[in-house]
Structure formats: C-alpha cells, structure tokens
C-alpha cells in the first residue's frame, strides 16, 4: 500500500516481535513487493 500512495521509503516504529525488520528481509528476498525500510528494532524504554 505505501508503494501505491508514493512512499519509497518508511521509518519502522519498534513493533513487536521485530515484524519490521522481518518485512524488510522479506521485501529484500523478493517474496513481497514493498519500499525502503528503516528498520528501528527493539524500543528504547525504562
């Protein structure tokens, strides 16, 4: 959906379970189309 609206490049907002990064991975390998992302990771918290 963000490749449809225009964006090439997203910021990941520390999900749960690390499903940023893992659909970066995934748009990497090439088993889904998608844009750019920034994967953040863990969240920084007390």
């Known amino acids: 959906m963000a ?4 964006f090439t490049s ?3 907002a ?3 379970d ?3 990064a893992q ?3 995934a ?4 088993v889904v189309e998608g844009p750019r992302i ?3 990771g863990l969240p ?3």
């Open 3 to 6: 490749l449809e609206c225009g």
């Open 10 to 12: 997203v910021i990941g």
């Open 14 to 16: 520390a999900t749960g």
């Open 18 to 20: 690390a499903l940023d």
């Open 23 to 25: 659909l970066k991975a």
């Open 27 to 30: 748009i990497a390998d090439g």
């Open 38 to 40: 920034l994967a953040s």
């Open 44 to 46: 920084i918290g007390i």
